[in-house]
């Protein structure tokens, strides 16, 4: 081949980096109608559909990477349609009289929670002066002196019949201690038995029988005492409840009359007369205990009266929107808090807390995927609670049974929240394959596009973007230039020259730097120095490894040849990737070929570095070969392709028409020009295919050959379907167009050889023959010659096996 | 010991029936007259013991449940306890008045040990009025020391059972 015929190949310089453009008459005075997230209009359909959609299943799971602006996109679109829908009930939990461990809830129209709460807190204040001078005032002391003084009289009278008929008996009633003893009683003395047996016998017999007669009626009245003693404390508890009721009834009224429309909430109502009433004799006024807790002093008292306001909504004009940062499971589910008292811990119904879940009921709940999933227990409580569309607010351990002490379970909240997981796409194939639930529970799935195309439209409108982004940061104002600038960058971080990127961070990223090397030359608007100087500065300061392998082929200790030529060796181009930053560089690969039974040994599978798409690349090329060449003949080679100096894995297939060439070389025994570097992927028809960092690979050579001094031979060749994705460094382009540098564009392997070699690949003519000293007629012949001596091999073993 | 040697002493005299509030004023206003020594005599009435003698009496619990026999060492329990009882009421007397007077316990058949108590110190005898009905008041009179009796009638213990 020709040297000039690499021009049909080489890549002109204005296809290197497509320039953005903007319309002469862009204004950027345009923020108003920026549409923050062009390119997105599926996963915004997507999302609009999940929460305008009202039945069960459709919570949303948001597809993108970090820093895709989805947080702020479905911000914007929940917002919104919050808005529609106005605010949601308040819930409160109050305490249930008949069973405190579960507390009930309570639902009202948004804010009546709040007033509620106050009415109650005002109820219990009033009833705290109410009951206590309902019981101080005259009225209740008269009631209960007249009791007191029935009482004391029917017992009065009991003894005091007792007393009169023993003493008409002669007999005197005694207290001991514990008891009663009857004794007969002369003179006014009791006496003893000497007295006694001086009485006569009838007389006697008399004093033994009015005992016994007496001290049955003592036992019966004795027996009738508990009685008394308990119609008394039925009497006074009777009065207290008539007392306390006349007074919470008349403090109850209005309430009861203000909320008579929430049957619920009437009810409760309901309970807390009934139970004031019921525990009246609470309510009085009582000395301190000596001891504080050996009695219920009035704020407990009054406290079970209170109410717990977990959901308030009083100062919401919209369906709440909630992002819960730390999805962690009490901040999701709620907890029931506890507070010590004398060393234990206790809790009751004012200690429950609301979790996100019920803080977003009735609206949208914003969740971060990858922290739902490390928390523990986080996604299975959220899927109960989503499957059984009501939030049960208890503790992990008894969720799962692992405690059995008592405590507060409260009553569960109905649930109306639309939930929307934000997470990269991994997470949502992974949870899709794994969760058998899941996909019924997050039933739309909008999936952010990573970029959009460069149409003119979309430029412009990305070009707003980029205005808006810097006034919303308070960065210089971008001009022109920069914004063209800008948008070029954006279109290599997209890896297309006809894409542009959505990714939104590193936009952001980029102008803010750009800003500030502006200012750090004191200038007032960013221009286009800015943005490369940006582009520049960051690339340097990831660029430690780069350099240490730009040092390493400069001297020599990793050999890479830039010049001259190598018969089976050819300048390979490898990509690494950093995470933020990934550079290429030139990969020596050699190629060995003898006779053998048809094998092409890939050295980096044999020893196990080398991946499966890369061993899939190498067996593509094999059956290349077999197939073009000798199709007639058993392919007796052997072959070996190694990439030299190379100690880390290597995967993918981009290398493949590099090893095919260096193959190809070895078997002609045509030199392989070292100036030039080449990728791409081959198929099995020797077709070159497109492969992934053509940028960062064409740089990589580009700086290695420029530390040597760029001559003019130097260049890379590369297939033609990666020529729209090139958005090259301005350097780079620069070198091509001074002729220093080239880019060469094959489609086919036969050209990317004829370029290597500097002679023509040769097709086959009408009788299926190769031009004489072509490429292939070069590789067939030896190919031809290899099967020959193979057969020859194969005659004299059988013979001295014979032999 | 000749009584000139001795101070002079206000001695309560008290049965399980006194009230003896009335007799603790009575002997007040007697120290605020001369100083003097303070002793509480209880005298211990026998009737338990008489009650014990008695082969039919029975004790009748205030908590129910069956009468039981009024043995003498229940009635020497009960007559301990109601000599503590005064004695109680005495202690909280004395201490609203800051005196801590001296509490003996004499029987009152035992007239021997009696009047050797009143004969040692020359003494002012306070008295509920009903105790000259009681064989006792023949021995004070006859030891020839001041009585002062306080108009009282016997009380007995209020009954138990008056109001929860």
Not at chain 1, 553 to 562: G, P, Q, S, V
Request: aromatic letters at 6%.
């Amino acid at each position: 081949m020709a040297a000039d015929a690499t021009q049909d190949f080489r890549v002109k310089p204005d296809l290197l980096r497509r320039l953005c453009a903007l319309p002469a008459d862009f204004s950027q005075d345009t923020e108003a109608k920026v549409d923050a997230h062009i390119g997105q209009q599926r996963a915004i359909d997507a999302i609009r559909f999940g929460i305008a959609m009202r039945k069960e299943g459709y919570n949303i799971f948001v597809l993108g990477p970090i820093g895709s602006n989805r947080h702020e996109l479905v911000n914007d679109l929940v917002t919104a349609e919050a808005k529609a829908r106005g605010a949601p009930h308040d819930w409160c939990y109050v305490n249930n009289f008949s069973n405190p461990e579960r507390p009930q809830s309570l639902r009202f129209p948004a804010g009546q929670g709040r007033e509620f709460r106050e009415d109650m807190r005002h109820l219990i204040e009033e009833l705290q002066l109410a009951i206590p001078a309902a019981f101080e005032g005259d009225d209740y002391r008269n009631q209960l002196r007249a009791i007191e003084e029935d009482t004391k009289s029917k017992v009065e009278e009991q003894w005091k019949s007792l007393n009169e008929r023993a003493a008409e008996e002669g007999i005197g009633v005694l207290q001991t201690p514990t008891g009663y003893v009857l004794a007969p009683i002369i003179d006014g003395k009791v006496i003893g038995d000497k007295e006694f047996n001086k009485l006569p016998e009838e007389k006697r017999k008399q004093i033994e029988a009015a005992i016994e007669r007496l001290s049955e009626e003592l036992q019966a009245r004795i027996e009738m005492m508990p009685k008394l003693r308990k119609e008394h404390r039925e009497r006074v508890r009777e009065l207290d409840q008539e007392v306390t009721a006349h007074a919470v009834s008349m403090q109850l009224a209005d309430l009861k009359a203000k909320y008579r429309s929430l049957p619920r909430v009437a009810a409760y109502l309901d309970d807390v007369q009934e139970n004031i009433i019921h525990n009246a004799q609470d309510f009085q006024p009582r000395e301190t205990p000596s001891l504080p807790f050996l009695g219920r002093d009035s704020e407990q008292l009054y406290s079970q009266y209170e109410v717990n306001l977990v959901v308030d909504n009083a100062d919401a004009d919209a369906a709440p929107v909630i992002y819960e940062s730390n999805p962690s499971y009490p901040n999701i589910i709620g907890r029931v808090e506890h507070r010590s008292e004398m060393g234990a811990l206790v809790t009751d119904f004012r200690l429950v807390r609301s979790g996100a879940l019920l803080q977003a009921n009735g609206g949208y709940l914003i969740l971060d995927t990858r922290r739902v999933l490390s928390r523990p227990f986080v996604w299975e409580a959220l899927k109960q609670a989503l499957f059984a569309k009501q939030v049960q607010i208890e503790t992990p351990a008894e969720s799962y049974g692992w405690v059995s002490t008592t405590t507060l379970k409260p009553e569960p909240i109905p649930l109306d929240a639309r939930i929307i997981l934000i997470g990269e796409r991994w997470l949502y194939y992974l949870l899709c394959h794994y969760d058998i639930e899941f996909s019924s529970l997050f039933k739309v799935a909008a999936d952010l596009d990573d970029d959009l195309e460069r149409s003119d439209d979309n430029v412009e409108q990305y070009a707003k973007l980029v205005v808006r982004q810097a006034k919303a940061r308070e960065l210089l104002p971008f001009s022109a230039g920069a914004i063209q600038r800008v948008i070029e960058e954006r279109a290599r971080y997209a890896e297309d020259s006809e894409r542009l990127s959505m990714h939104m961070s590193s936009l952001d990223d980029l102008i803010e730097q750009a800003d500030y090397w502006a200012r750090n030359r004191g200038a007032g608007t960013v221009d286009p120095e800015d943005v490369a100087k940006a582009v520049s500065e960051r690339r340097r300061r990831f660029s430690r490894l780069q350099s240490r392998v730009i040092d390493a082929i400069k001297r020599d200790t990793l050999l890479i040849d830039t010049a001259g030529e190598c018969v089976g060796q050819v300048n390979g181009l490898s990509v690494t990737d950093l995470g933020e930053f990934r550079y290429g560089h030139p990969v020596r690969i050699t190629a060995t070929t003898r006779v053998g039974t048809g094998d092409v040994v890939d050295i980096e599978r044999e020893v196990e570095l080398g991946g499966s798409i890369h061993s899939k690349g190498m067996m593509i090329l094999s059956a290349a070969l077999s197939a073009r060449y000798a199709p007639d003949l058993p392919l007796s080679l052997q072959g070996s392709v190694v990439f030299e100096q190379s100690y880390g894995g290597v995967e993918g297939d981009s290398a493949s028409v590099a090893e095919l060439s260096a193959l190809l070389s070895s078997l002609s025994r045509l030199p392989i020009r070292q100036s030039v570097a080449v990728t791409g992927s081959v198929n099995q028809l020797g077709r070159v295919q497109a492969v992934g960092g053509v940028n960062e690979k064409i740089e990589g050579f580009f700086d290695v050959c420029r530390e040597r001094g760029l001559d003019g031979s130097h260049g890379v060749i590369i297939p033609r379907d990666n020529v729209k994705h090139l958005m090259l460094r301005e350097d780079v382009v620069d070198a091509v167009r001074r002729d220093e540098f080239r880019v060469f564009a094959v489609r086919h392997v036969d050209e990317a050889i004829a370029i290597l070699t500097g002679v023509d690949a040769g097709e086959r003519d009408e009788d299926g023959k190769f031009p004489e000293g072509s490429v292939n007629f070069l590789v067939e012949s030896q190919l031809v010659d290899y099967a020959t001596a193979r057969k020859s091999f194969a005659k004299e073993a059988t013979k001295s096996g014979e032999d | 010991m000749a009584k000139t040697e001795m101070k002079l002493r206000v001695v309560i005299a008290v049965t399980d029936t006194t009230p003896v509030a009335r007799l603790w004023e009575a002997a007040l206003g007697l120290l605020r007259e001369s100083p003097a020594d303070l002793v509480t005599l209880y005298v211990e009435d026998d009737r338990w013991h008489r009650i014990a003698s008695l082969p039919f009496t029975r004790e009748i619990s205030r908590s129910g449940g069956v009468p039981v026999e009024f043995t003498r060492q229940r009635a020497e329990q009960v007559s301990r306890e109601r000599a503590a009882r005064v004695q109680e009421l005495i202690q909280k007397l004395a201490a609203e008045s800051d005196l801590q007077p001296a509490f003996e316990v004499l029987s009152e058949s035992d007239a021997e040990r009696l009047r050797e108590f009143i004969g040692s110190h020359e003494s002012i005898l306070v008295a509920p009025s009903f105790i000259s009905a009681r064989p006792i008041f023949a021995i004070l009179t006859e030891m020839n020391c001041r009585i002062e009796l306080v108009e009282a009638a016997e009380e007995e213990e209020p009954p138990a059972y008056t109001l929860p």
